[in-house]
C-alpha cells in the first residue's frame, strides 16, 4: 500500500465504521422512525392547529431532530474523509482528536441547523395537499432543477476546500470549528435537494437514501467544474465501471511501445 | 538504438539535430491548430489558455479550437501534482518525438533523428542552447522557429537573457528513495502523491518540485504588460497552459525524463511503484486515460506500467550522471545493494506538525520572512530521537518545512527558502538554504476551473539537516524557526503572492 493510501486509510476506516454504526442503527429502528412518517403522515391532510398541537406532542421533537442527526452522519461520513484528513494532518498530534471533535460539532451544527428549512419544506409540501403524482413531479422537477443548476455546482466545488488552518492555541479550535461549520454549509448546499428523495419514498425509504448516499459519494469524484446551468451526472463513476468491466473483458495491456 | 543526446554536446550551435528539430517545427507550426500533428495542437495537449493563446499570437480570435471531440480526448490532459507526473510525461515526449522524426523525414532529413536533452545541471550548460536563444537561422535569415520571444529568463531586468540560475535549483530528489510518498507534510516521494480518488494538482512530488518547476519559471520569466494587465504575464514556458508552446519546453522534459531512469539506475531502492492504480493509469480511478496521437493522427493509449519498462520505451539516452560528472557516483542497476541497511517503507511512518504559523504571510518584492512558532513537547521529541541512532531496521527521523496554501498570479517567481535560527543570549544567528520553490501552475491553482478561489499549491522542503545541526544546540532560540523567502526575480505587488500556512512537521517513528 502507498504512503498516502494508508494516510487515507486512517480517516476512512473509522469513518467507514461510524456511517455503517448509523446505517445500522436508521435500519434496527426503521419501524419505529416518525420522521419520515412526520412529514408524510396524514395529519396534515386537513389543516388545523389543534392537529399541529397533536402531531407535535406525538412526534417528539428531540427524537425528530435525533433521527435527522442520524440520517445525516449515515449519509455524510463517506463523504468527510477529505475534509477530516485535512484536519488531522494540519494538527498539532496532540490536538488531533480535539480538533476532529471541534470539526464534527461545528459540522453537525450547521447541518441541525439546515434540518429546519427542509423540514418546512416538507410539511409545506404536505399542506398543499397534492396527489402522490403531483407531488413527486414538484420535488422532482425542485431537485433537477437545483441539481443543473450553477449555484449547486459552486456548493459541490467548494466541498473539496482545504484551506490553511492555525495549530496552536484558540486559533487552532476556532478553525477546526469554522471549518467544519463551513464545510457543511457548502455540503447542505450540495446535498439538500437530493436528500428530499428519502423524504418522499414512504416505502422502501431506507433503500431510497442508501441510494441517494452513493449518489452523492460519486458526485464528489467527479473535478470540479465552472458552475453553468448544464446537464450533469456523475460521469467519474460512470468511466470507473466502463473501465473495470473492460479490463475483465479483454486481456490486460502490457504491451511494449510500438516503434 | 535511438539515443537522446546532451543538446550541448552534438557538435555545434546548430549541428544538424537542431537543424532538422528547427526546420520541423517550422513546418509543424504551419499547420492548422486543429490537426492532430501540428505544433500548437501538441501544446493545447499540455495546457490551453484562450487569453494568453490569443494576446501572445498563437491564436487568431476567429480560429477554431479542435473538435469537441478531439478537444476532450487529446487536449489539457498535462498530470502534475501526482504519481502520474513522469510517465504521462514520457508518453507525451514519445509521441512528439515519433512526430517531429516523421516530419524530419518528410524533409528528407535523417530516419534517426532523436530529441536532444538539456542538462542545466553540468557545468557550463546552464545557459539556453545558443540556437534557440537567436530569432535568425544560420544563415541570418530572421524566422528561426526555435526562437520565442516570450522566453524572458530569470531577470527581469535583462529580458531575453535566458539560463538557470544554479543557487535557484539542486538535484536533492536523487537522494529520495520511495517514488511515491505521503500527501501529509512529509516526503511526497521522487515521483509523486497517490493521489486515488481525490483531485490532485495541489502537491507536486519531489522531482516535479525541484528543479522542473523551477526550470519552467526561471526559462520564461514575465512581463509586464501595462495595457493588457495589471498583472505580469507568464513566459510561455512559465506556466502549464502555454509551456508545449516552446520548443526549449520538450528539451527540459526530456532532462526530466533522463532524470526518472538516472534515479532507478543510481540505487537499487529507486523502483517504479508496484500498485496496479499507478500501473494502470488515471483510467483505473475513472479518469482520462493517458492517450496521444500519432504521426498519422490516430490514437496511441499509454500506460504508466508501459512508461516504467523503460527497456520497451525504444530510445535511451546519452548519459545517465544526473548533472553530467563522469558517471563513477552511478552504480549499475543489477550492482550487489550498498552496505546501508534498507530504509523502513514510509507507509506507516508518523507524520506530525511541529509547528506552523499563525497567519499568511504576503510575498512582495525581492521576499517576505516571518517565524514559525515552534510546540515545545514536540521539538523535544524530535531533538531526542536526532540524538540517539537509528535502531536497524527503524526509519529515521526527518522534519520538513511546508508551504502551504501558495497563492497568487506568478506562474515564473520561484522563491529560494532559507531557515533561520536566531541567536540567544548575544550568540550569532543562523541561516541555511533549504532548497526553493518555484509557484509553475499557481494562477491555476489560485483561480480554479470551478472559476472560485483555490486552495492553491503546497511545498515541503527537507530541513532535517539544518534541524540536526541545531536541535541540541543551547545558544539559539528554538522556540521560533525563522523563515525567509527570496526572489529569484521581484515579486509583483500585483502577483498577490502569499503563502497560507508555514509549518514545520516531523517524519519518523
Ligand atoms: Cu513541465
Known amino acids: 500500500m502507498t504512503p498516502a493510501a494508508y494516510e487515507r486509510l486512517q480517516i476512512r476506516i473509522p469513518l467507514a465504521i461510524a456511517a455503517a454504526g448509523a446505517w445500522v442503527a436508521m435500519a434496527a429502528m426503521s419501524h419505529e422512525r416518525k420522521l419520515v412518517a412526520f412529514c408524510s403522515s396524514d395529519v396534515w391532510t386537513a389543516l388545523s392547529l389543534d392537529r399541529f398541537a397533536l402531531a407535535i406532542t406525538f412526534y417528539s421533537p428531540a427524537s425528530l431532530a435525533g433521527e435527522w442527526m442520524l440520517m445525516v452522519a449515515a449519509m455524510m461520513m463517506p463523504t468527510l474523509a477529505g475534509a477530516m484528513g485535512h484536519v488531522r494532518a494540519r494538527s498539532l498530534p496532540h490536538r488531533r482528536k480535539r480538533s476532529l471533535a471541534l470539526f464534527i460539532i461545528g459540522y453537525g451544527a450547521t447541518w441541525g441547523a439546515c434540518s429546519i428549512p427542509i423540514v418546512f419544506a416538507m410539511l409545506a409540501l404536505q399542506l398543499l395537499q397534492l396527489s402522490p403524482v403531483a407531488t413527486i413531479a414538484l420535488v422532482g422537477s425542485l431537485i433537477l432543477i437545483w441539481q443543473f443548476s450553477p449555484a449547486k455546482q459552486a456548493c459541490l466545488n467548494r466541498c473539496h476546500d482545504q484551506p490553511p488552518l492555525a495549530a496552536h492555541g484558540i486559533a487552532a479550535d476556532l478553525a477546526a470549528l469554522g471549518y467544519g461549520v463551513t464545510q457543511a454549509i457548502w455540503c447542505c448546499g450540495t446535498c439538500w435537494a437530493l436528500m428530499l428523495v428519502p423524504f418522499t419514498a414512504q416505502d422502501g425509504h431506507l433503500l431510497a437514501m442508501a441510494a441517494t448516499s452513493a449518489y452523492l459519494i460519486a458526485e464528489r469524484l467527479d473535478q470540479p467544474r465552472r458552475p453553468a446551468w448544464e446537464i450533469r451526472w456523475p460521469s467519474t463513476v460512470a468511466r470507473l465501471l466502463w473501465f473495470r468491466l473492460s479490463v475483465w473483458r479483454r486481456p490486460e495491456n502490457t504491451g511494449r511501445v510500438a516503434a | ?509
Open chain 2, 1 to 509: 538504438m535511438l539515443v537522446r543526446k546532451n543538446v550541448w554536446e552534438l557538435g555545434g550551435d546548430w549541428a544538424d539535430p537542431i537543424l532538422w528539430y528547427a526546420r520541423a517545427v517550422g513546418a509543424l507550426k504551419s499547420k492548422p491548430l486543429a490537426d492532430r500533428t501540428s505544433w500548437r495542437f501538441w501544446a493545447g495537449m499540455h495546457g490551453y489558455d484562450q487569453g494568453l493563446w490569443e494576446f501572445y499570437g498563437y491564436k487568431a480570435a476567429h480560429e477554431k479550437l479542435p473538435a469537441k471531440a478531439d478537444f476532450d480526448e487529446f487536449w489539457q490532459q498535462c498530470q502534475h501534482g501526482s504519481w502520474y507526473f513522469l510517465p504521462w510525461h514520457r508518453g507525451y515526449l514519445i509521441g512528439f518525438e515519433k512526430l517531429i522524426r516523421a516530419t524530419v523525414v518528410s524533409l528528407k532529413g535523417p530516419a534517426d533523428w532523436t530529441l536532444p536533452y538539456w542538462n542545466y545541471f553540468k557545468t557550463g550548460q546552464n545557459g539556453l542552447p545558443p540556437a534557440f536563444g537567436s530569432p535568425d537561422w544560420p544563415d541570418g535569415k530572421g524566422n528561426n522557429p526555435l526562437f520565442v520571444e516570450q522566453r524572458w529568463g530569470p531577470d527581469p531586468s535583462k529580458p531575453g537573457k535566458v539560463f538557470v540560475p544554479l543557487k535557484a535549483v539542486n538535484l536533492d530528489a536523487m537522494g529520495v528513495h520511495e517514488f511515491t510518498g505521503v500527501a501529509s507534510g512529509g516526503d511526497r516521494g521522487f515521483g509523486g502523491i497517490d493521489t486515488g480518488f481525490e483531485h490532485s494538482g495541489t502537491k507536486h512530488g519531489d522531482i516535479e518540485s525541484q528543479p522542473h518547476d523551477q526550470v519552467h519559471g526561471l526559462v520564461g520569466g514575465e512581463k509586464m504588460f501595462p495595457k493588457a494587465s495589471p498583472r505580469p504575464l507568464p513566459g510561455l514556458m512559465s506556466t502549464p497552459v502555454t509551456a508545449g508552446l516552446d520548443p526549449i519546453f520538450w528539451l527540459h522534459h526530456a532532462n526530466i525524463d533522463r532524470l526518472w531512469q538516472s534515479w532507478r539506475l543510481s540505487d537499487h531502492r529507486n523502483t517504479d511503484p508496484e500498485e496496479s492504480s499507478w500501473k494502470k493509469g488515471p483510467a483505473s480511478h475513472g479518469k482520462h486515460q493517458f492517450v496521444v496521437p500519432l504521426p498519422d493522427g490516430s490514437p496511441w493509449v499509454y500506460t504508466p506500467q508501459q512508461m516504467s519498462d523503460f527497456a520497451g520505451v525504444g530510445y535511451t539516452y546519452s548519459d545517465f550522471s544526473p548533472a553530467g560528472a563522469r558517471p563513477a557516483a552511478v552504480a549499475s542497476a543489477a550492482a550487489a545493494p550498498s552496505g546501508a541497511a534498507t530504509m523502513t517503507k514510509s507507509t506507516g511512518a508518523a507524520v506530525e506538525v511541529v509547528g506552523a504559523s499563525a497567519k499568511a504571510l504576503a510575498v512582495a518584492g525581492s521576499g517576505a520572512q516571518t517565524s514559525v512558532p515552534v510546540d515545545a513537547r514536540m521539538h523535544a521529541k524530535v531533538a531526542g530521537k536526532m540524538a540517539t541512532a537509528v535502531a536497524p531496521g527503524a526509519r529515521e527521523e526527518r522534519v520538513f518545512l511546508n508551504l502551504e496554501n501558495v497563492r497568487g498570479y506568478s506562474d515564473a517567481t520561484v522563491l529560494q527558502v532559507y531557515v533561520h535560527f536566531a541567536g540567544k543570549d548575544g550568540a550569532p544567528s543562523a541561516e541555511r538554504q533549504v532548497g526553493s520553490i518555484g509557484l509553475f501552475g499557481i494562477t491555476k491553482a489560485t483561480e480554479t476551473d470551478a472559476g472560485h478561489k483555490g486552495d492553491g499549491l503546497s511545498y515541503v522542503l527537507n530541513i532535517t539537516k539544518p534541524y540536526q545541526e541545531f536541535a541540541g544546540s543551547a545558544n539559539v532560540d528554538l522556540a521560533n524557526i525563522g523563515v525567509r523567502l527570496e526572489a529569484v526575480a521581484p515579486v509583483q505587488q500585483s502577483a498577490e503572492v502569499s503563502v497560507g500556512r508555514i509549518s514545520v512537521v516531523r517524519q519518523g517513528d
